[in-house]
Every structure is written in C-alpha cells, then in structure tokens.
C-alpha cells in the first residue's frame, strides 16, 4: 500500500503548529515523516487546529498545507517530507542538500545520541562554523537510553537522505531541522 493511501484518524489537535501535527502523526501512526521549518524571523508559526474524520494520510496532509501553505509536502523513498516554499532559511536548505561521503553509527550508539554526531559530521561542522551556527542541544525530560540497535552505513547522500534513512531504520519515526535564538545563531536538530 502506498504511504499516502494509509488511513489516519480521526484527529483532533488544538491549536498547534504544523511541525507539533505532524510529530504527533508520525508517533500515533508510525509514519516516517520529516521537516525542515520556514524561518520564524520572515513568518512566525501559525496555530492549526485540525478535527478530521478517519480519512487517507494524503487529504490530512493537504488539509495541513491549506492551513499552512508555507509549506508543501512529497514523498521521498518512502518518509513524508515537509518543506517551505517561501520564507525557507538557506542555512537549513543547505545543511540539507549537503552531500556527506561516509557517515558511520555503531549499534550501540543511543538514540539520543544521534543528532551530536550528526553536527560533528566535517561537511556540516564546517558550513556551521562559516555561518557562526551552533548546534542547539536539550532534551525534554530524561535522554533515551535507547540504543539504535543496528549499525547504519551510508556513503554519498545528503543530510536529508541521511536523516530520512533514521527514521526508516531505527525507531524514531520524525526529524525536525530549525534555526533557533535570537539572529537565529542557533540549529536544532528534533530525532
């Protein structure tokens, strides 16, 4: 079965914003979904309230560009991509069209873990240290111990690939890459 023929639903979400949405979608559903964010500093983050029926991913996705339509959203080898189609940061574009040669992540490697390596990655420490950028780190609550369970090997890709390969192949399910702070000297990575 196609990705976007799944059936979801019903949803109800109050007012959150399309990033919230779709994390919540791809927990609830298992879907792979990823998202790079507009820059916040051309538009801010609009509140999306969203009551569907039960009804295929694809008319909950359009739903979402309706009420959003910064974005646009395509399938790439299976995850559910959302970009902006105005308002992007070419920072964040960048990053994600940055070719990596070799990226290596050893089974044991906790999940938690992954977005650390991925900032000391040479081709996207250097692009952040051009642009003065620095990697925002938290995590909200306790940081899994969780580990990824099987080792990851990837040569030529982008960032984007990269990150859409964790989550086909660990167990989260979405990735979130933003600019943050003020004059946005900040980039967080969401796995």
Excluded at 1 to 20: A, Y
Excluded at 98 to 112: I, K
Excluded at 151 to 176: A, C, G, H, V
Aim: glycine share 4%; proline share 5%; with cysteine.
């Amino acid at each position: 079965m196609d990705l976007l023929d799944r059936s979801v639903g019903p949803i109800k979400i109050k007012c959150e914003s399309i990033d919230e949405i779709l994390e919540i979608l791809s927990v609830s559903y298992k879907i792979p979904i990823g998202i790079s964010l507009a820059d916040a500093k051309k538009s801010p983050d609009r509140q999306i309230d969203v009551n569907l029926p039960e009804m295929v991913l694809k008319s909950v996705l359009d739903f979402l560009v309706m009420q959003d339509p910064r974005y646009k959203g395509k399938v790439e080898g299976n995850v559910v991509n959302f970009f902006p189609v105005k308002d992007y940061d070419p920072l964040v574009t960048s990053l994600l069209d940055t070719n990596l040669s070799r990226v290596s992540f050893s089974s044991q490697l906790r999940l938690s873990d992954i977005r650390y390596e991925i900032f000391d990655l040479p081709e996207i420490n250097a692009k952040l240290v051009q642009a003065n950028v620095a990697p925002l780190m938290f995590e909200m609550g306790i940081p899994s111990t969780d580990k990824i369970g099987a080792s990851l090997k990837f040569s030529n890709l982008s960032l984007r690939e990269l990150l859409d390969q964790i989550t086909l192949n660990t167990s989260r399910r979405f990735w979130r890459l933003a600019r943050w702070g003020d004059a946005n000297k900040y980039i967080a990575l969401t796995l």
